[in-house]
């Protein structure tokens, strides 16, 4: 867990970076921002509000850690906060020479250095960046004089940055633990953010292993399984089912347990085995045998496995329960059809 309400910026950079593939280049400035109290009020929970600590990631390379740029960066920061200054531009530029995408924007990139942060109990120091790029048209009303006048202008939205990333000082040489934010996390061109900019692994923390165990099921369950077994719509949807009420129903994960409740044929649960192996071999971390179940993690998951039925155009069906209650057939002139067993209607 990650705590940031008692935390206070001591030193800000702030440097403009564009779009490579419209070279655009980058814009650096020399010295800090003035930590104004009223200011950094507004700054501090602008920067860290999104970040939420649940999922934790540590700076990673196939060759040497050190060979990682902002890992590098900020171990001299750490070292010295003084040289935030020198090293952000760096950084700055660092980003800039990543990707050229033409729909990555430019905007502001944001250095701050942190006081007093706390991440699992242990109170330390944190290198916060920081990038925006919405850009809002704003009103604003003068009562000056006898007459109102109002005049509009573009700004930045103050409600959070569009991305983010907290560099916590700890575990510095397992390259640190780091929460990050990005607000395009679900499109192609925001891997350059976690992937090409900050290079960054998941850490096996419980969040990670819940997370992970349930979206390796959902792969599996809607795609070996479909290979291998041609399931009913309904059948998958009472695995996916089981595997989160698996979740929500215990406190600890049993691998063992959990292939058992979930998939009741044994070359199934095999099936299932060997699938999550080769997700290992494709570089995903291993969940391990036993983990305490993230409840955040399945609050997450439990929104993207839909128990849903979709029949063309006209309905919906909402599958939640004994799957014996609904039945599926096509009739003598070839229409397929669902046949549904209840008790009360509301």
Not at 113 to 127: C, G, K, R
Request: glycine share 4%.
């Amino acid at each position: 867990m990650i705590h940031l309400d008692g935390s206070f910026i001591s030193s800000l950079m702030i440097h403009r970076v564009g779009n490579k593939s419209l070279d655009e280049g980058f814009k650096l400035t020399d010295k800090p921002i003035r930590t104004d109290p009223e200011l950094m009020a507004v700054l501090r929970p602008y920067f860290t509000s999104m970040l939420s600590g649940d999922e934790l990631f540590s700076f990673t390379n196939e060759v040497n850690l050190d060979q990682n740029e902002v890992y590098h960066l900020a171990r001299k920061i750490f070292a010295e906060p003084s040289s935030l200054a020198e090293h952000s531009k760096a950084i700055t530029a660092h980003l800039y020479n990543q990707k050229a995408h033409p729909r990555i924007k430019s905007g502001e990139l944001y250095v701050a250095y942190f006081e007093e942060v706390v991440i699992d109990d242990e109170v330390t120091s944190a290198i916060g960046i920081f990038k925006s790029e919405s850009r809002e048209t704003f009103l604003q009303v003068d009562f000056s004089s006898e007459l109102a006048g109002i005049s509009h202008f573009e700004g930045i939205p103050a409600r959070r940055p569009d991305k983010a990333c907290m560099i916590f000082n700890v575990a510095s040489n397992e390259g640190f633990r780091v929460a990050i934010f990005d607000h395009l996390n679900r499109t192609s061109e925001a891997g350059f953010w976690r992937d090409d900019f900050l290079n960054l692994k998941p850490v096996g923390t419980d969040f990670y292993q819940t997370n992970y165990m349930l979206d390796v099921t959902k792969q599996f369950v809607t795609k070996r399984y479909v290979e291998e077994h041609e399931p009913s719509k309904v059948d998958q949807i009472e695995l996916l089912n089981r595997s989160v009420d698996y979740f929500k129903n215990n406190e600890t994960f049993d691998r063992g347990e959990f292939c058992t409740a979930v998939f009741d044929d044994k070359d199934v649960r095999t099936s299932f085995l060997k699938f999550e192996e080769q997700q290992q071999s494709e570089g995903k971390m291993r969940a391990d045998e036993t983990f305490s179940i993230s409840l955040p993690a399945v609050k997450k998951q439990s929104r993207s496995i839909r128990s849903i039925i979709k029949l063309d155009r006209n309905f919906h069906i909402y599958v939640h329960g004994d799957k014996d209650l609904i039945q599926q057939g096509v009739d003598e002139n070839g229409r397929k059809y669902y046949k549904i067993y209840y008790e009360t209607e509301s």
